[in-house]
């Protein structure tokens, strides 16, 4: 299952055989899509009872770094005295209802990336798989003037303010074929209508560029922190399950660390028997994957942290 989701990944950038044999899924998926976009055409731009509501999406199945500028944006917009809470989906969890999310709180009810937020961010972070429901939910609830989504760009249900696209500044869009055959979740055309697109690496012309590069390392058993340098005196298994694992083992290999790459699928739900194999050797994960590892974690076990970069201007 791991070596046929590398294979059709890898068919997304690099168009082969597999993309070809795919392309009759694609037309399928258009033509739902078609009809999605017909019943429910885009809203103009509405502040709904009060609440400005933020989304932060992607046009592309996959890491774009589109969690890392939440965090970002949350961060900014509390420093400049707004008062956000973050809304998502939930993506993998199982909760029903609209549920406050801790760090505490388990990944697989919540979704990894709700709970990893919740760790570093100090605002209400809320998932729900029906948003509006969500966002009533964090209105009711909790003393905040700014919501920012995480995802739901193609979805077109619930009012918003501001859409902001992230794009892979590597990837781009791909072959620019929709699902399966090629990486889109919806057609290219929708990044002329969004208010921002913000590129993760090398920004082209009207693109706002965001760098990202790892940070500190904290353990997952002591809490210790060591900066990356201190990490190059043994050797480490990388273990991860996102989106774009290439460009976080390429971030660990420019910064000197010395490991074995091991890449899961994305949203990987993992276990300790993930980890039998590697025996007694260090691992280094991101966050979004520590915070699935926590209850069996290891002593000699890492997440790195991630610091991410935008031009003041933008905010």
């Avoid at 920004?203 to 390392?217: F, K, N, P, V, Y």
Wanted: hydrophobic letters at 40%; a positive charge; charged letters at 20%.
């Amino acid at each position: 299952m791991i070596r046929f989701s590398h294979l059709l990944e890898n068919s997304w950038y690099r168009p082969n055989w597999l993309t070809l044999l795919l392309i009759p899924g694609s037309l399928i998926y258009a033509a739902g899509l078609l009809i999605y976009q017909s019943l429910n055409p885009l809203r103009p731009r509405e502040i709904a009872e009060g609440l400005p509501v933020i989304v932060v999406g992607n046009l592309t199945t996959g890491g774009t770094g589109k969690t890392p500028l939440v965090v970002w944006l949350v961060k900014a917009l509390t420093g400049a005295g707004y008062r956000p809470a973050v809304i998502s989906r939930g993506y993998g969890g199982t909760a029903r209802g609209s549920l406050s999310v801790l760090a505490t709180t388990d990944a697989a009810l919540a979704g990894d990336e709700a709970v990893m937020m919740a760790g570093v961010l100090d605002v209400p972070v809320v998932v729900d798989k029906n948003r509006r429901r969500g966002m009533a939910y964090l209105r009711h609830n909790f003393n905040v003037n700014v919501l920012i989504s995480d995802d739901g760009l193609q979805n077109r249900r619930f009012p918003r303010w501001i859409e902001v696209l992230v794009l892979d500044g590597t990837r781009r869009l791909g072959s620019g074929l929709l699902l399966p055959a090629g990486p889109l979740r919806e057609f290219s055309s929708r990044a002329k209508t969004v208010d921002f697109v913000v590129t993760n690496g090398e920004a082209r012309q009207g693109e706002i560029e965001m760098t990202t590069s790892l940070a500190q390392c904290v353990n997952l058993v002591s809490g210790e922190t060591r900066t990356l340098s201190e990490m190059d005196k043994e050797k480490f298994v990388a273990v991860t399950g996102i989106g774009h694992a290439g460009r976080f083992f390429d971030q660990l290999a420019q910064a000197g660390v010395r490991f074995e790459p091991q890449q899961f699928p994305d949203h990987h739900v993992f276990s300790k028997d993930d980890f039998n194999r590697f025996g007694s050797d260090g691992v280094l994960m991101t966050a979004k994957d520590a915070v699935k590892c926590r209850t069996f974690a290891r002593p000699n076990w890492w997440q790195i942290e991630l610091k991410v970069d935008l031009p003041p201007q933008f905010l």
